[in-house]
Nanobody, 122 residues
Framework: QVQLVESGGRLVQAGGSLRLSCAAS??????IGWFRQAPGKEREFVAG????????DYADSVKGRFAISRDKVKNIMYLQMNSLKSDDTAVYYC?????????????????WGQGTQVTVSS
């Protein structure tokens, strides 16, 4: 059973930076993703990483500003967020799925953390 616990969300000013963490247990061959959900909006893909290979995928809205990485020894995934905008305000979730094929669909991820709130003030 895969278990995910996010942390690091807080209030930050526009233009600032923040790093989210996702502690994981119960790994197999996985793709790990960060998603976010703003009030009144659907949950959307932000970034993903293949745990073993380290290859990454980003939504266009965050490309060049966010960076996803993982520490294979500590079993922690990170989302470094720079140049934050008010549009980045959302609850951020990490999620996991087995296999090696990319997916940006929430339905393809059976394992989810509880979420962490990121609020960007303008």
């Amino acid at each position: 059973q895969v278990q995910l616990v996010e942390s690091g969300g807080r209030l930050v000013q526009a233009g600032g930076s923040l790093r989210l963490s996702c502690a994981a247990s119960g790994w197999s061959v996985l793709i790990i993703g960060w998603f976010r959900q703003a009030p009144g909006k659907e949950r959307e893909f932000v970034a993903g990483i293949r745990w073993e290979l380290g290859t990454t995928d980003y939504a266009d809205s965050v490309k060049g500003r966010f960076a996803i990485s993982r520490d294979k020894v500590k079993n922690i995934m990170y989302l470094q967020m720079n140049s934050l905008k008010s549009d980045d305000t959302a609850v951020y979730y990490c999620a996991a799925r087995f296999g090696t094929n990319w997916s940006r669909k929430t339905d393809d991820y059976p394992y989810w953390g509880q979420g962490t709130q990121v609020t960007v003030s303008s």
